[in-house]
């Protein structure tokens, strides 16, 4: 251990200006120009190594320019030291953690949002993770281990890639740079056999916080066998602690030069989009342009989602005229790339709408997560796009169950069941639970070839279970490419059709109800205790009500039905809040729906349920 963080190198940063490539110009944020002080390390920009040497000659040896974010890299002339940074143990790395991935703020600039994802953290993360994949591998000294690394459109995107490429490095392993890339692109890295790409690859790390603000960024770690899971990220936040706590600066400069010798790049995306395109021939019966003639838009949000109209629709002879905000920008200035937000739906289906085209796309900022518009403006996301990918992967393996997470709508149970003649699985929130959830069944003979969350992550057997938002439009385009091979026309209302007889609700709504950690009633205790605590007594009242039914069949949180509708009071994964979600065929019902939570949970005085006070309220 000690001679890999003599190898890792401690960093202290200097300010950086970002600015748009664009033709409309519009202010952006400065990074603050600091000192290295207490845990704070501003580091957007360049690099200083700290000594005790009041003077230092600075002096710039490069720049990086990508797309839109002007880099100026900043060195300093000062004598090697031995000067330890500033302490962090264990509970500061875990406060990283988000489930499955890794993720923290990495641009200064918000207020009341310090820096915690700092290059020598980055640094010790990526360190930590080569020391748990070489623990895997088994991997003795003769074996060098191979690790890709990829980014999204976010400006600290740079940075954080090269200090991940030094933690590698560091630690032994050869390391190849994709640049902008997408998440399944980086887990497909892992199985793709071509040695001219350097593939495959023992790992992969994606640079992404998916559809967070600007100001924040993270990690997603690959191997063969899929995304790592929570106990694994856990794993490697630990190792990452104890190799931060022996970093010091003396080894800077020679671990700059080992790094920037060692680190290879290839254009793997070149590999990940052919395959795409190759998929959608291969369904329309091997024609070289199945989609000729159909117009589709893409909306990329400025994420990384850009190369699908040139590099996916194109080659397979769609029109693209009218697709939007395909240029990265990690300032995000059009909308959030994110298929949940209304402003981003908003965006995609007037360019539909705007274009008259067959069909538009849009992707989240890493492209794990998608949804659709079809040709009227209709969306296909949260429950329609569920039933859509029900009903296409019901006609390729009739009966198989349809994994989701716990907010999914009871008609689309009724859909699932009733209409496509498969089983409704509902299970917990969060995308890795539900991945997790159909591979499990499947160890048990259960079968089941899709795992889908309304947030938009969606997983296919087929496709080694990596939720990839542009393979789940590959799916939707397959039906497009092979209903015209068939002779049937109609652009998109082919996949309109297959939604026919989903019944939605009338209303739907989501609240966040947040547990004030600070308040007596916690007594000192976890916010997930008194979380429980909540549901468990919501549970108690509803168990005494004999207009309210709980559902036979749930594994998160508090689901009940009644009024013709029903709610979901459930904990957050990783927050200390509890949402809830009502699902009524009228506003009058859900408001009764609303007032049987709110009389529940009215004596837990550490939960703010003035959302929901104000719903029953004012309705």
Not at 246 to 251: M, N
Not at 546 to 566: C, I, M, T
Request: proline fraction near 4%.
């Amino acid at each position: 251990m000690s001679a890999m963080s003599g190898k890792v190198v401690q960093n202290v940063f200097i300010a950086q200006t970002y600015q748009q490539n664009r033709q409309v110009g519009i202010p952006y944020l400065r990074d603050f120009c600091a000192p290295y002080m207490c845990n704070l390390l501003p580091f957007q920009g360049g690099k200083l190594a700290w000594t005790s040497i009041s003077s230092m000659q600075i002096r710039t040896l490069s720049k990086y320019q990508s797309g839109f974010v002007d880099r100026a890299t900043v060195y300093c002339n000062a004598a090697s030291s031995t000067v330890a940074v500033p302490a962090l143990d264990k509970a500061d790395f875990l406060k990283l953690q988000n489930g499955s991935d890794i993720r923290g703020v990495a641009v200064a600039g918000v207020e009341g949002e310090p820096i915690s994802l700092t290059e020598p953290v980055t640094e010790a993360i990526a360190a930590g993770f080569a020391l748990w994949l070489q623990e895997k591998k088994k991997a003795d000294g003769s074996q060098r281990l191979k690790v890709s690394i990829g980014h999204d459109s976010r400006i600290s995107a740079q940075t954080l890639q090269d200090a991940v490429s030094r933690g590698l490095v560091g630690a032994g392993l050869d390391v190849i740079q994709y640049g902008l890339a997408s998440t399944p692109a980086m887990f497909n890295s892992t199985l793709t056999e071509d040695d001219a790409f350097l593939c495959p690859v023992d790992g992969g790390i994606m640079i992404t916080a998916s559809h967070l603000p600007f100001n924040r960024n993270g990690f997603k770690f690959f191997t063969y066998a899929g995304g790592l899971g929570k106990p694994d990220i856990k794993d490697i936040l630990e190792r990452a602690a104890d190799i931060y706590k022996k970093f010091t600066v003396e080894a800077l400069m020679n671990s700059e030069k080992i790094a920037s010798i060692s680190v290879k790049r290839v254009d793997y995306m070149t590999v990940y989009t052919s395959n795409l395109v190759k998929a959608v021939r291969k369904a329309a019966g091997d024609i070289e342009k199945p989609l000729e003639g159909f117009h589709i838009v893409v909306d990329a949000g400025n994420g990384a989602g850009g190369f699908f109209a040139a590099k996916v629709l194109e080659p397979l002879g769609a029109i693209t005229l009218g697709s939007q905000f395909l240029e990265p920008d990690g300032l995000f200035p059009n909308h959030i790339p994110n298929p949940e937000d209304k402003a981003a739906m908003k965006a995609i289906t007037q360019a539909v709408l705007s274009n008259k085209t067959d069909l538009g796309i849009i992707f989240d900022t890493d492209v794990d997560r998608s949804a659709a518009v079809d040709s009227t403006g209709r969306e296909f996301n949260r429950n329609r796009l569920i039933a859509l990918m029900s009903a296409i992967v019901l006609e390729e393996h009739p009966g198989t169950t349809i994994v989701t997470d716990s907010v999914t709508s009871d008609g689309l149970t009724t859909f699932i069941e009733k209409k496509l003649g498969g089983k409704h699985h509902r299970f917990k929130r969060g995308y890795k639970n539900v991945i997790d959830e159909a591979i499990r069944l499947n160890s048990v003979g259960e079968e089941s070839h899709l795992a889908i969350e309304t947030s938009g992550h969606g997983a296919l057997k087929e496709n080694h279970w990596l939720d990839d938002g542009a393979y789940l439009m590959v799916k939707i385009l397959n039906k497009l490419a092979s209903a015209r091979a068939a002779g049937l026309g109609g652009g998109s209302k082919v996949l309109t059709d297959l939604v026919e007889g989903l019944e939605e609700p009338a209303v739907a709504i989501e609240m966040r109800l947040k547990i004030n950690q600070d308040h007596p009633d916690l007594k000192g205790g976890s916010f997930r205790d008194y979380g429980e605590a909540v549901l468990k007594h919501l549970e108690n009242r509803t168990d005494s009500d004999p207009k309210l039914q709980k559902a036979p069949v749930n594994f998160e949180g508090v689901r009940v039905s009644g009024f013709d509708g029903w709610f979901l009071l459930r904990l957050s994964l990783h927050d200390p809040v509890l949402p809830l979600n009502i699902e009524a065929p009228s506003h009058e019902d859900a408001v009764k729906l609303g007032l049987t939570v709110a009389a529940a949970v009215k004596e837990f005085q550490a939960l703010d349920t003035s959302a929901l006070d104000k719903f029953v309220q004012l309705s």
